[in-house]
């Protein structure tokens, strides 16, 4: 089974801190994505890497930054917290060819104070 | 106009019965397509795909894909509480990563 896990499922922070969230996955996929998923906007794209130290800006990719230095561990980093990122942030990976499903990690639901 | 849409509910079926979720998309060149069921506070979890026109089946759940007509569908037999949930749709355009996209959502409630 893929397992991708994610490094806190409930995160609070203040205002201007710079906040690292962290995905592993265990199935050696060369895609990792990050995405946030807001009510009634459902799920956006925020970065998406398709290799190590590759990397491609989604649709909402302002006030994020990533990281990808080893396959297996895509990192999401928001340089200074603003209370509009308080959301569900939710990591996935998949494999380029054949069956191209996204696995989704648990989720970290973060808030910004 | 949005890439992938779904009615966003909500979808209210009794229990026994079978619930049809239904989804269109834009681009008519998309390759891969993909139910994902999300139950509220977690995070979706990939159901069905399908990659070819016709219908696939999998225990009580039935993706069917129409090309032509750009749509897709989910049917639900023998419908449980436990399927209450948020059902997405994707859709991968190119088999990239990044034309991977997703619909937002219908809200299904099974009554018992």
């Known amino acids: 089974d893929v397992k991708v896990t994610q490094s806190s499922r409930y995160l609070v922070k203040r205002t201007g801190e710079k906040v690292f969230l962290e995905c592993v996955q265990d199935m050696d996929h060369e895609n990792m994505f990050w995405y946030r998923q807001d009510p009634g906007l459902g799920l956006r794209l925020i970065y998406f890497?398709?290799?190590?130290?590759?990397?491609e800006k989604g649709d909402i990719p302002e006030g994020y930054s990533v990281s990808r230095e080893k396959k297996e561990r895509f990192s999401l980093i928001l340089e200074s917290a603003s209370t509009n990122q308080t959301s569900m942030y939710l990591c996935?990976?998949?494999?380029?060819?054949?069956?191209?499903?996204?696995?989704f990690g648990p989720g970290t639901r973060l808030t910004v104070t | 106009q949005k890439e992938v849409e779904q009615n966003s509910g909500p979808l209210s079926v009794p229990e026994g019965a079978i619930a049809s979720l239904n989804c269109t998309y834009s681009?008519?060149?998309?390759?891969?397509f993909f139910w994902y069921r999300q139950y509220s506070g977690k995070s979706p979890e990939l159901i069905m795909s399908i990659y070819s026109n016709g219908d696939k089946e999998d225990g009580r759940f039935t993706a069917q894909l129409n090309k032509a007509s750009q749509y897709v569908s989910l049917l639900i037999r023998d419908s449980q509480p436990s399927d209450s949930a948020t059902y997405l749709c994707a859709v991968n355009r190119d088999r990239s990563g990044n034309q991977f996209y997703f619909g937002t959502g219908t809200s299904l409630t099974v009554i018992p």
């Open positions: 996935a990976s998949s494999v380029p060819v054949g069956p191209d499903e996204q696995y």
């Open positions: 681009d008519r060149v998309s390759q891969s």
């Open positions: 890497s398709y290799d190590v130290k590759m990397k």
